[in-house]
């Protein structure tokens, strides 16, 4: 057995004390971290219940002053009162500068920095410990889906989103803009770009305050020289987001998809309900749409396209305050360029619209056409002359096209898509009502 000598007992000695030395800053460091962790957690949690306080005290209608007391005292009731420098809480409404939403008084921000005692974070870093977290609430206040605008597509990577070609004139009114939310680069310069005009004809965006326009989130490129824009298109604006509605509730609705596809070639009156598709197929097919929620969920049998619902040429339809909702598993919709329609969510010529009410008590009026997000089939709209189409048109998941047939095809709509292509040969009138579309109820949700 070896025996220590006594200098060796000194060493082991030494050697104990710095281990045990290192175990307890492990510890300590262990400890600080944990604190850290959790007291960051507190105070992201009391940032974001102040900004959705803020933004409830907006719904409210309170003004900047109040609004920011709100925030701040909710921020105080979880322990972050703002006591600089050791703990600052910071208001803005609007959100400032780099924030996406800077100067946009739909979202409200709250900044919360805090400092933090350590117990051995100090030995390896020279300085108080300070963590900085940022919460922005989204208000959004009885309006409809995109505001301020008429045609919108939504995909941030397509080349277009948004395309005019053809030589329609289309007429824009209302005060509603245009605007590809695309952010791709699509070789501008080489036959693309995330908005495109091409072809003959025109389109005119006319707002006597002068705010609306032609827009995209990357570059808009003309071709040709026969196109006319007004005002000229812009490249560079900033991105949007859609906040979708629900998805509409079909459960109360007759069933009646046992029947299959719904094919008329005569006169026929509809009543609401759950259908697998409709195909109204010849020049006398005369159809009535009952007020009320149509919900297609099949696919018509027999034809290479996926469809749930086709319009032949010369058919006529008519329905007035009526949804049609395409469900994920429905075809798209397609119409032909002499069939004469009339539908709208709401009578155009009334003062007000009616209820339009699910089986989950959503209230519908001003939704002409919902396809649900993940449907993807397209949407084809076109119609005789005098047709018109009236109410909000969401299909998030589609690729749209508007195209002209023959005199003038009039869209009273809010027209919301993956991406939309506008063409044919006939003229087109694109009227934004706001009063005219659907309306998302007053909400609130945290946007970071």
């Known amino acids: 057995m070896k ?40 105070t992201q949690a009391a940032a974001d219940t102040a900004s959705m306080s803020g933004a409830l005290a907006i719904l409210r209608g309170y003004g900047p002053g109040q609004v920011q007391h709100v925030a701040f005292n909710k921020a105080a009731d979880n322990g972050y009162s703002d006591n600089p420098p050791r ?9 400032v500068s780099p924030h996406p939403y800077a100067g946009n008084y739909d979202y409200i921000q709250v900044i919360i920095s805090n400092q933090l005692d350590t117990f051995f974070a100090h030995v390896v870093y020279n300085g108080p410990f300070k963590h900085t977290v940022e919460a922005v609430a989204h208000v959004s206040m009885d309006d409809d889906l995109m505001p301020g605008y008429a045609v919108y597509g939504d995909n941030p990577s397509a080349c277009p989103a948004v395309e005019f070609d053809g030589n329609p004139d289309t007429v824009v009114t209302g005060g509603g803009s245009i605007l590809s939310n695309s952010i791709a680069d699509c070789s501008c310069g080489s036959n693309g770009g995330a908005g495109v005009t091409r072809g003959s004809g025109s389109v005119t965006v006319h707002d006597p305050l002068g705010h609306a ?36 509730d079909c459960s109360g609705l007759p069933d009646r998809r046992g029947e299959g596809d719904k094919m008329i070639n005569g006169t026929a009156t509809l009543t609401p309900g759950r259908y697998d598709s409709f195909w109204f197929t010849s020049s006398h097919a005369n159809v009535t749409l009952e007020k009320g929620i149509y919900c297609l969920e099949g696919q018509i049998d027999g034809i290479s396209d996926v469809l749930a619902f086709q319009m032949d040429a010369g058919v006529t339809i008519i329905g007035i305050d009526v949804m049609i909702y395409f469900t994920d598993t429905a075809g798209g919709l397609r119409t032909a360029g002499t069939a004469n329609i009339n539908l709208a969510s709401g009578d155009p010529s009334g003062p007000t619209i009616p209820e339009l009410i699910d089986a989950s008590a959503e209230d519908w009026r001003g ?13 084809h709209l076109t119609g005789a002359s005098g047709s018109s189409y009236t109410g909000t048109i969401y299909a998030i998941g589609s690729h749209c096209t508007v195209q002209g047939s023959g005199g003038v095809l009039a869209l009273n709509t809010q027209m919301i898509c993956d991406t939309v292509r506008i063409t044919g040969g006939g003229n087109l009138s694109i009227d934004y009502n706001p009063a005219r579309n659907y309306k998302a109820e007053d909400r609130i949700e945290l946007f970071n």
């Open 87 to 95: 703990t600052e809480v910071e208001v803005n409404w609007p959100p």
């Open 3 to 42: 025996i220590l000598r006594k200098d060796e007992k000194g060493q082991v000695l030494v050697i104990v004390v710095l281990v045990t030395v290192a175990l307890l800053g492990f510890a300590g460091l262990a400890i600080d971290g944990g604190n850290i962790f959790l007291d960051r957690r507190r």
């Open 213 to 248: 326009g032609i827009f995209s989130v990357g570059c808009w490129s003309e071709y040709g020289s026969s196109f006319t824009s007004v005002p000229a298109p812009q490249g560079g604006a900033g991105q949007e987001t859609v906040y979708p509605p629900p998805s509409p």
């Open 367 to 379: 939704m002409l056409l919902y396809a649900h997000p993940d449907n993807s089939n397209e949407v």
